[in-house]
Every structure is written in C-alpha cells, then in structure tokens.
T-cell receptor, first 116, second 114 residues
Framework: AQKVTQAQTEISVVEKEDVTLDCVYE???????LFWYKQPPSGELVFLIR??????QNEISGRYSWNFQKSTSSFNFTITASQVVDSAVYFC?????????????FGAGTRLFVKA | ETGVTQTPRHLVMGMTNKKSLKCEQH?????MYWYKQSAKKPLELMFV???????ENNSVPSRFSPECPNSSHLFLHLHTLQPEDSALYLC?????????????FGQGTRLTVV
C-alpha cells in the first residue's frame, strides 16, 4: 500500500523565518515520483517540484529547497526567509507504478501561516 | 486564459436538485481528473479520464456522474446529493496518466448541499 504522511497540520511563522515542511512516504515500488504542490487561498493546487526515486540530489529553486532521503523515506520542503505570500496549504504527493498518474496519493496537507 | 477553468466557483444546491460542474482545460492535455477536497481530509480522487475514456472510478456514489465529451471538457453531474457531499471539487489535467506527470488544477467549485 502507498501512503503519504504530513504530520504537521499547521505551522505558523513570522516573516523572514525559515520553515521546513515534512513529508514521509511509503511504497513498495522501486520506481516512484514525489511531488509538492501549493494551494493558495484562491483554491487551485500549483505544482512546485517533481523528484523521481533514482535521483536523491537535493534541489534549490530561489527560496525553496527540497531534501529527498530514501533512507528515511522523506521528502522535506524548506522555505528560506519566508514571506506572507508563502501562506498556503502545501501538499506532498506520491505516484508509482504503471499509469501511476491516476493513483497519485496526496498527503493531508500542511497549512502554513506567515505573519508580517 | 488560465490553464484549467472551472465553473461555477460557488454552488449551493438542495438535496433534490440536479446541477452540473464544468471544467475546461486549454493545455492540450490528454488526461482529466475530478478530485474532492473535504475539510480535514486528504484529497480524494473521484474520476480519471484518459483520451476521453474513463479509466478510474474510485467507488464514487452514483449520485455523481462524470462526462467527458472531448479532451478539453469535463463535467460532473450532481443529483440527490447529501449534506456530507459539501466540499471543494477540483478539476485537474495532465499530459497523460504516467506516474511522472504533474497535474494542473483549476480553482475549484465550492459546493454546499443544504
């Protein structure tokens, strides 16, 4: 069975603080893909990043960085110097297997509040 | 135009009403999805269409009926809903149904069943 756990339901930080959103996953497939999406108050989920199971290289994109560790089955997301516009719900997701796109499993999401 | 457009944005309906949600994608994608997002629950995949053919139905009650007339449009027909069906209904599209394909979402329809 596949599972994605985002243990942090809500996080509140003050602007300019760094914040890390945790994601732990479970799968028996050796080939799988992990995603992060952002859901601002407007409602739509916005794709942020995709990582495949064979690429453990960490990635940085501006203030965003992702730490993928297969040894702990984690794919954590860090926002550096947070801004009010980062306030949103963030979802981690897992897809695996043939035609896994329609078996994507989403975590419950972490709501991030960034206060000015 | 935005990539994935959903109408209406908000809908209030009685339990005996019939209504439809509409989704349109302008991205040239081959797969479209309906998701249900309830408070304090993970996103639930309801239906998947690939090249206009339904390929997945996650045991959704028959009071929800999807329709995909072409690769750009997706509908969700609603009838005799229950109050627990109140939720945000999100439409998404992707290039195909491969596991490595990211999805593009609409802003959702906030449905309230009274």
């Amino acid at each position: 069975a596949q599972k994605v756990t985002q243990a942090q339901t809500e996080i509140s930080v003050v602007e300019k603080e760094d914040v890390t959103l945790d994601c732990v996953y479970e799968t028996r497939d050796t080939t799988y893909y992990l995603f992060w999406y952002k859901q601002p108050p407007s409602g739509e989920l916005v794709f942020l990043i995709r990582r495949n199971s064979f690429d453990e290289q960490n990635e940085i994109s501006g203030r965003y960085s992702w730490n993928f560790q297969k040894s702990t089955s984690s794919f954590n997301f860090t926002i550096t110097a947070s801004q009010v516009v980062d306030s949103a719900v963030y979802f981690c997701a897992l897809s695996a297997g043939r035609d896994g796109g329609f078996k994507t499993i989403f975590g419950a999401g972490t709501r991030l509040f960034v206060k000015a | 135009e935005t990539g994935v457009t959903q109408t209406p944005r908000h809908l209030v309906m009685g339990m005996t009403n019939k209504k439809s949600l509409k989704c349109e994608q302008h991205l040239g994608h081959n797969a479209m999805y309906w998701y249900k997002q309830s408070a304090k629950k993970p996103l639930e995949l309801m239906f998947v269409y690939s090249l206009e053919e339904r390929v997945e139905n996650n045991s959704v009650p028959s009071r929800f009926s999807p329709e995909c007339p072409n690769s750009s449009h997706l509908f969700l027909h609603l009838h005799t809903l229950q109050p627990e069906d109140s939720a945000l209904y999100l439409c998404a599209s992707s290039q195909d149904v491969a596991a490595n394909t990211e999805a593009f979402f609409g802003q959702g329809t906030r449905l309230t069943v009274v």
